[in-house]
């Protein structure tokens, strides 16, 4: 079947799933392939919980009129999401970048969502599969489009912005992620930078954080919208206070680093006409939610700042920046290995150490394997259940605690344990 029938088929009901356990009625299923699964296995589960269609690329599976044969279901999947972007006739903004690119994603959302109808990536389905999925979750009904981008080697922004083929672009910062697949900090300014190659090529526009001196060099010459310098840092103790506008606006996100994403957000509203109001009342109700950010209080009066979405150095030192800038005198730190590093590793993970001492943090625990090889005298564990083991037993009160590690590392399970 080729991509103009099939599309005929998808725009009748504007729904696509990959997950056989989550199909909606009246989509189509892709069966994906991964490692350690073969999504043509259940086409026709997907049909009896009321799947349209179900899309296969091996012969043997087809065994009913509603299940189509195609040669490769990721690329068909791809194609269609390209077919489907050129009928659609809104702006599509992509951002990409090191850090805080899901939280800008979901600021940039939720103040344009005010006054229009916006479809944006959930959580961060951001790869080869999840772009396409963002695009084919875009209906008639969609006035902006919002496409989170991620990546772990070069090339991947290229391939996912052939696919969006975005109006407008942002990259929130150049930092050490991924140093495994990009090979140096440099090796990451180049990847991320070809959302920047593409918008050029295309003569679209890019906002700029013009206090990063990267993006002001990597942009010369191209159509910029620069972060508003209305917008001014307030206080971070620990949510963030910004005043914009003459408007102080007291927002639910934690951290001094989260006051240029905060800034992007408004930028991106004030260029689409969102009024002050809107931006005021969105800002100040966004909740961050997934480990990312967020404040919890426990029984003990113990706050937590759980920020265990992810992590490495360059989101590490940031989180530890503004945690040793809070008031108060009862801190612990609970850190978890940085994964992705390659051959940087044991250096990054000895500066992160180093760097606790500098900022005069008194109690780090390290957890990990790889934190275990640095040279300090905080307290290591070398797995989970090691520290498990210390928190039930021990009684912590009116402290605040940081939680942050990679994702491997699933830290958020500490807050079972920490009374």
């Known amino acids: 079947m080729n991509i103009e029938t099939l599309y005929k088929i998808y725009s009748q009901h504007y729904r696509v799933d990959t997950d056989s356990r989550k199909i909606r009625k009246n989509t189509l299923y892709f069966a994906l392939k991964g490692e350690n699964f073969n999504g ?18 091996e012969k043997e599976y087809v065994t009913k009129d509603s299940i189509i044969l195609v040669d490769n279901v990721l690329e068909t999947l791809q194609l269609l999401a390209i077919y489907h972007r050129k009928k659609l006739n809104v702006p599509i903004l992509s951002l ?11 600021l940039i ?7 229009y109808r916006t479809t944006a990536t959930t959580g961060n389905l ?26 772990n080697h070069h090339k991947e922004i290229e391939f996912l912005c052939s696919i ?4 407008f672009g942002y990259i929130t910062n150049f930092g050490k992620a991924h140093l495994e697949g990009f090979g140096s900090v440099e090796g990451v300014i180049e990847a991320k930078s070809e959302l920047y190659t593409y918008l050029k090529r295309n003569d679209k526009t890019i906002f700029v954080n013009t206090s990063d001196k990267i993006q002001v060099e990597k942009t010369s010459g191209m159509n910029v919208i620069p972060l508003s310098n209305s917008v001014e840092f307030v206080e971070a ?5 910004i005043q914009f506008k003459n408007e102080r606006i007291q927002t639910l996100l934690i951290g ?6 905060i800034a992007a957000a408004i930028t991106i509203g004030e260029h689409f006409n969102i009024s002050l109001e809107n931006i005021k009342n969105a800002l100040e109700n966004y909740k961050p939610t997934n480990n990312r950010s967020q404040i919890l209080k426990t029984k003990n009066n ?21 945690f040793s800038g809070l008031k108060s005198d009862a801190k612990i730190a609970i850190l978890g290995d940085m994964f992705e590093l390659g051959k940087e590793s044991k250096e990054e993970h000895q500066f992160i150490c180093d760097y606790c001492k500098k900022l005069g943090l008194k109690n780090v625990f390290l957890v990990g394997q790889l934190f275990n090889q640095t040279t300090t005298d905080f307290t290591k564990f070398k797995s989970f259940e090691l520290v498990q083991d210390y928190l039930q037993n021990t009684d912590f009160q009116n402290h605040h605690l940081l939680i942050k590690g990679s994702r491997g590392m699933a830290l958020e399970r500490a807050l079972g344990f920490i009374k």
């Open 96 to 106: 990409t970048g090191s850090n805080g690119k899901t939280t800008t994603k979901e």
């Open 256 to 261: 001094n680093y989260n006051f240029s994403n």
């Open 164 to 167: 969006a083929n975005p109006d």
């Open 237 to 241: 103790n620990p949510f963030v206070k």
């Open 126 to 151: 951001n790869n080869h599969i999840g772009v396409p999925l963002t695009l084919l979750s875009m209906t008639p009904q969609t006035e902006i489009g919002i496409v989170e981008m991620g990546a």
């Open 109 to 115: 959302n939720a103040i344009l969502e005010t006054q």
């Open 40 to 57: 043509n296995f259940f086409a026709e589960e997907a049909l009896s919980k009321g799947a349209s269609y179900s899309i296969v690329d």
């Open 302 to 322: 113990n706050t937590i700042i759980l920020d265990a979405y992810n992590a490495n150095p360059t989101s590490m030192k940031a989180a530890l920046d503004n």
